[in-house]
């Protein structure tokens, strides 16, 4: 079997219809169809109900999805073993959220090259959204994020909660004067779309900020270097608020967001229960931290 019938098949399941499965993968809603049926007809069943909200799985169709799951991800473990550089034993693709990535997710990649050097890495960043769609396709072999789907054959578990709080560098920060607790000095930070919505209902008023930025990284660095005031992740801003380079604004909302790992049920090999471990391990020093 074609491992792009499989791809496509789980890429349906997922999103609901053929129109926006064939959005996802990037080709035609005819090509969608035509893998489907010569997926089908390969079978002898009929794994998905057409209707006009969309397509739903048959009985047939529940029953293959969990052997779809493994055939693209046993096809996504060889090309990466065959593929794998002189000197390494295994590969593991890691995705993760912006955020998770910065002082969370980096540093696990650095103690992953010192413990596991023979395990080569492979990183991917994304929304919640799309690091599913990778991990249903078999693309990923753990996802690190906030707001993960229950998906077949994939296991979710929590790393630690995540909380975002308002700090600045300004010596006289603001409080509920004019836009409330953010002044002209503001610095909105893309932590992705939880942080987009809940950032929306608390602050309504706030529109069009000064100052946009993605990387929270750039963001922390701005902070530093300026008179600003910005939503960071608390893990982050810890050590420049016990510093004294930071502070916090006092009576500010706090966004409270569970940040946890996904990998597959049916993973096997030392390489991805070592990144779980060493996952774990550092949600853990968080939480002591």
């Known amino acids: 079997m074609d491992v792009e019938l499989a791809r496509t098949f789980l890429a349906v399941i997922d999103s609901g219809s053929f129109v926006e499965a064939a959005a996802r993968l990037h080709v035609t809603q005819s090509t969608v169809s035509m893998r489907v049926k010569t997926l089908e007809a390969q079978l002898g069943k009929t794994l998905f109900e057409r209707n006009k909200s969309g397509a739903s799985l048959t009985a047939a169709g529940q029953q293959f999805q969990k052997h779809a799951l493994a055939f693209v991800r046993v096809w996504q473990q060889a090309r990466l073993e065959v593929s794998l550089p002189a000197g390494y034993d295994a590969a593991l693709t890691v995705g993760g959220t912006y955020s998770l ?30 690091l599913m769609q990778h991990l249903v396709a078999g693309m990923l ?29 300004e010596k006289r920060p603001r409080t509920r004067a004019g836009q409330g607790y953010l002044g002209r000095n503001y610095v909105y ?41 910005g939503y960071f ?32 049920q049916d993973g096997a090999g030392s390489g991805l229960e070592r990144a779980l471990r060493t996952l774990r391990r550092s949600a853990a020093q968080l939480a002591e931290g």
């Open 141 to 169: 072999d753990v996802g690190v994020m906030y707001t993960p789907e229950r998906r077949p054959g994939l296991e979710v578990e929590l790393l630690f909660e995540e909380r975002l709080v308002l700090v600045s560098s």
């Open 189 to 229: 930070i893309d932590w992705g779309p939880e942080f987009q919505a809940d950032h929306g209902l608390a602050f309504p008023d706030l529109s069009t900020p000064g100052l946009y930025m993605e990387l929270g990284s750039l963001g922390l660095d701005y902070l530093l270097a300026n008179p600003a005031s």
């Open 233 to 264: 992740p608390h893990r982050l801003a810890a050590p420049h608020l016990a510093g004294g380079a930071l502070r916090l604004v006092a009576q500010a909302p706090v966004f409270a967001y569970p940040a946890y790992m996904v990998f597959p």
């Open 101 to 130: 990535w910065d002082g969370f997710l980096l540093p696990w990649v650095t103690r992953m090259r010192r413990s596991a050097p023979a395990i080569a890495i492979r990183t991917e960043l994304g929304t919640s959204a799309a």
